[in-house]
């Protein structure tokens, strides 16, 4: 009987504190450790008994002003460096034999100040990803974790007039790490949309955000894939459904068709989405596009023709003032 009382009172005893709420000092438990909460008591009452418990209590009770916070991911260490400072700082009053029911409170209020300091956590940005930068600290149960979002973003539909250009982006809204980015492309041909792995053959030529096709057929049907990964590591996949409309060319027949197809062979692996080759145009339009490489061709490309023009010039001058 005593065994299944026991059981019952475990379930009970989860639904008061659920009921209670969470413990507002578990900031507390999560970054000292009992025995350097007990240490402390020691050195404030001095000995062993029920006054050290008493000081065990009144140390958790002064935290209870402190609310439970979901603190940014990398300043945990801020705020762990903090809480061990406040553990010496503690030491230091209870050795000048100063009284505990003072200086919890004090600290405590200390600690508050430090996490209305920490840098603010990013909001989770939906509806999908990776989202490693928006990882937070959970002081309740001294854990953290990222936005519970899907790696499989929504299928975006792009529709292209027969002959046009298909352009693919493929960005996300919420911010990436700064380093170690890389892209990479896949399709589902036969005018399927799906987000279905199987479906997918790697496009080996299609490197970077930006990708486009030129001109677009109605091979080209089906769903372009983007995967953007962090070290390896995938942060977000990327779906675009295109669907070409218009009719062929007035006059074109079966044999015309199957004839431009046969001059217009080219391996598998070359078919599909292309690197974007942006024109000076672009260049100007997609300040992101200018690339350090983009840059130095030119600025070669103007020094060599400020030179041609410059040689020109010294060559005209020169046969103008010898004919004379």
């Known amino acids: 009987m005593a065994p299944r009382a026991a059981?019952?009172?475990?379930?009970?005893?989860?639904v008061a504190l659920a009921a209670l709420g969470p413990p507002?000092?578990?900031?507390?438990?999560?970054?000292?450790?009992?025995?350097?909460?007990?240490?402390?008591?020691?050195?404030?009452?001095?000995?062993?008994?029920?006054?050290?418990e008493k000081c065990e209590e009144a140390f958790s009770a002064a935290f209870e002003g402190l609310l439970d916070t979901e603190i940014n991911y990398d300043e945990r260490s801020h705020l762990?460096?903090?809480f061990t400072q406040m553990t010496l700082s503690l030491q230091e009053i209870a050795a000048a034999q100063g009284s505990y029911e003072v200086a919890f409170p004090y600290a405590a209020e200390k600690i508050q100040e430090v996490i209305a300091q920490l840098k603010e956590v990013q909001a989770c940005i939906p509806p999908c990803g990776h989202q490693e930068l928006s990882r937070r600290f959970r002081c309740l149960g001294c854990y953290s974790?990222?936005?519970?979002?899907?790696?499989?973003?929504?299928?975006?539909?792009?529709?292209?007039?027969?002959?046009?250009q298909a352009l693919f982006s493929c960005t996300v809204k919420f911010q990436l790490p700064k380093e170690e980015i890389a892209y990479?492309?896949?399709?589902?041909?036969?005018?399927?949309?799906?987000?279905?792995?199987?479906?997918?053959?790697?496009?080996?030529?299609?490197?970077?955000?930006?990708?486009?096709?030129?001109?677009?057929q109605p091979t080209h049907s089906g769903t372009f894939s983007c995967v953007i990964a962090h070290d390896q590591l995938p942060l977000a996949r990327l779906y675009f459904f295109l669907n070409v409309t218009g009719p062929p060319p007035r006059g074109e027949t079966e044999l015309q068709v199957s004839f431009r197809e046969v001059l217009r062979?080219?391996?598998?692996?070359?078919?599909?989405?292309?690197?974007?080759r942006?024109?000076?145009?672009?260049?100007?339009?997609?300040?992101?596009?200018?690339?350090?490489?983009?840059?130095?061709?030119i600025a070669a490309a103007a020094a060599l023709a400020s030179a041609g023009v410059t040689l020109l010039a010294w060559m005209f001058f020169r046969w103008y003032f010898s004919g004379n």
């Open 7 to 14: 059981a019952s009172a475990v379930p009970c005893a989860l």
């Open 24 to 52: 507002t000092w578990a900031c507390l438990l999560c970054f000292t450790s009992y025995s350097e909460r007990h240490r402390i008591c020691r050195i404030f009452v001095g000995v062993e008994g029920p006054e050290v």
């Open 80 to 82: 762990h460096d903090s």
């Open 145 to 164: 974790r990222v936005c519970d979002f899907p790696l499989d973003c929504p299928i975006q539909d792009v529709t292209v007039p027969r002959g046009d």
């Open 184 to 216: 990479s492309w896949k399709f589902a041909e036969g005018g399927v949309r799906t987000r279905d792995s199987s479906y997918f053959r790697d496009m080996p030529r299609a490197r970077g955000y930006l990708a486009r096709i030129r001109p677009v």
């Open 265 to 276: 062979w080219a391996p598998r692996e070359a078919e599909g989405v292309e690197p974007w």
């Open 278 to 297: 942006p024109g000076l145009g672009e260049l100007l339009a997609e300040p992101e596009a200018l690339t350090l490489s983009n840059l130095c061709l």
